[in-house]
């Protein structure tokens, strides 16, 4: 369950970090943080409607981690749904041929999916489909500030990472 103000602290460190990394840009301060009462899910971004994000207090996910013994942070929920807020205010990057040369397909294809395998993809659930594994790539670029880990260092893994540095340095230069 989190409170208000938890969600509030979170948000503030995930705000600084999208700053840090050059992310933060008009059209991403535009979009609202919505705290809710109940979701299945930990989070989510209305990718296909207003681009806003929710944040329920209690979730099903949440609750579900008593019995699996998994555990995500709230500021991993926040860095994973605004890399779908990202992909919503910066459409036309995702559509990009470099997008799909990281990823293996298209962005908005969601019905493309794999087997997960820890060569490719930085999660399991990143496996779901182009959206979620750039969601994924992005949440743990961000908690490791840009720097790859040596448990993701396999060459698919870093293409990904490269493209995610690439969009960073791209925006630090105003080259987007
Ligand atoms: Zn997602």
Redesign the pocket.
């Known amino acids: 369950m989190y409170s208000f103000n938890q969600l509030k602290t979170a948000l503030d460190v995930v705000q600084d970090e999208l700053i840090q990394h050059h992310f933060y840009d008009y059209k991403l301060s535009k979009i609202s943080v919505n705290w809710i009462p109940y979701s299945a899910a930990y989070g989510?971004?209305s990718y296909f409607s207003t681009g806003e994000i929710s944040i329920p207090a209690i979730s099903k996910s949440k609750f579900k981690e008593l019995f699996t013994g998994q555990y995500v942070s709230l500021k991993d929920i926040l860095r994973?749904?605004y890399?779908?807020a990202f992909a919503f205010t910066h459409r036309r990057l995702m559509k990009s041929k470099k997008f799909r040369l990281a990823f293996g397909a298209l962005h908005d294809d969601i019905k493309a999916h794999w087997t997960f395998d820890p060569i490719f993809f930085v999660s399991e659930?990143a496996a779901?489909n182009a959206?979620?594994d750039f969601?994924?790539t992005f949440m743990y670029y961000l908690e490791y500030s840009g720097k790859l880990p040596k448990k993701f260092a396999h060459p698919a893994i870093r293409k990904k990472w490269y493209f995610i540095k690439f969009l960073s340095d791209s925006l630090r230069e105003n080259k987007l």
């Open positions: 989510f971004q994973h749904e890399a779908h659930y779901q959206m979620e969601a994924e």
